[in-house]
């Protein structure tokens, strides 16, 4: 069973305009959200962060916004760049127990010159 | 300079045949991860350890096997009782502090023949 979920398997923007990457959550008792960034054949990379107590996390060009009630966060990028070309994959966990992260199935963005 | 580190990059295997993949931390994180992808999945957990000589059975744990001797070791072998080997392998670790993200090494490609 799927806990978390990114609907979009693909994502194609300009540069220079926002890309918007959302994620769903079925599990109402993960508090911390998280994004990461990949490469094919690489580690994951991570992008940033939102606890549950927030609604909104912003770092440079990356945004990330939570809405608990719908279960449902978003990464904006402003303004995307060819470099953000790569999978963004959402991730989940509780801060009860392991801290274990549930990931979503990722979403290729392409960044168009 | 910190990180992690997966060996080899490329692993090749004959079907039936164990084979180890090398996870070496130098971060002092006292939790490590092992995750698998396949194409177009997210990533799975395989087995995770909080700390030293302890390890739990993550989501897809049938066919692996890990230790955790050392903080900065966490070894897994793929077995013969794996039914679908072939993957990307990833190897994680992170503090054990509350809403901490899980660093990770560049990943392992098994392939068996």
């Known amino acids: 069973d799927q806990q978390v979920k990114q609907n979009s398997p693909s994502l194609s923007v300009q540069e220079g305009r926002i890309s918007i990457l959302n994620c769903d959550y079925t599990n109402s008792m993960f508090d911390y959200f998280l994004w990461y960034k990949k490469y094919p054949a690489e580690g994951p990379t991570f992008l940033i962060s939102?606890?549950?107590?927030?609604d909104k996390n912003e770092d440079g060009r990356f945004t990330v916004f939570l809405n608990k009630s719908a279960k449902h966060l978003s990464l904006h990028i402003v303004p995307s760049q060819p470099g953000d070309s790569a999978v963004y994959f959402c991730?989940?966990?509780?801060?009860?127990?392991?801290?274990?992260?549930?990931f979503g199935t990722g979403t290729r963005l392409t960044v168009i010159p | 300079d910190g990180g992690i580190t997966q060996s080899p990059k490329y692993l090749f295997r004959k079907e039936g045949q164990n084979v180890t993949l090398s996870c070496e931390q130098n971060?002092?994180?006292?939790?490590m991860y092992w995750y698998r992808q396949d194409p177009g999945q997210g990533l799975r957990l395989i087995y995770y350890s909080q700390i030293v000589n302890d390890f739990q059975k993550g989501d897809i744990a049938e066919g692996y096997s890990v230790s955790r001797e050392k903080k900065e070791s966490f070894p897994l072998t793929v077995t013969s009782a794996q039914k679908n080997p072939t993957a990307f392998y990833l190897c994680?670790?992170?503090?054990?502090?509350?809403?901490?993200?899980?660093?990770f090494g560049p990943g392992t490609r098994l392939t068996v023949l």
């Open positions: 994680a670790s992170r503090t054990g502090q509350e809403y901490n993200e899980q660093f």
């Open positions: 971060l002092n994180h006292d939790a």
């Open positions: 939102i606890s549950s107590i927030k």
């Open positions: 991730a989940a966990s509780k801060s009860t127990g392991a801290n274990n992260l549930f």
